[in-house]
């Protein structure tokens, strides 16, 4: 099994329960192709660095995951078909980056406590 991470980002135009139930249709994927989630984070709404499909704005959201590399083309097949996606990446992540993941998780939850 790999470690990968996704972030794709969402139209602007969405409601919140637009976005959540987005979100939930690719964790619902994920899981399942017999993938484990390690981790999802919504960072919001936030500005692009450049215009895409005339948005300035978007909703960012990171999913790490568990699976088999056949996962990742089902996935990306998904966002292309689906109009409410602007853009997206999927990486595969080595060891160093997972660590750094762990760091990274950790620095934010005790932020927000």
Known sequence: M???ET??????????AQVEEAVNKYV???KEKNCEIVAKENWGLKKLAY???LKKNGFYTLIEFKGEGSV????????KRDERVIRYLTTKLDKHAVDYAIT?????KAAKA
């Open 104 to 108: 990274r998780r950790a620095k934010v």
């Open 2 to 4: 790999n470690n990968y």
């Open 28 to 30: 619902d994927l994920i």
């Open 72 to 79: 990742v083309a089902d996935l990306e097949l998904a966002f």
């Open 51 to 53: 215009p895409i499909q």
């Open 7 to 16: 972030v794709f980002i969402l139209t602007p135009v969405l409601s919140d």
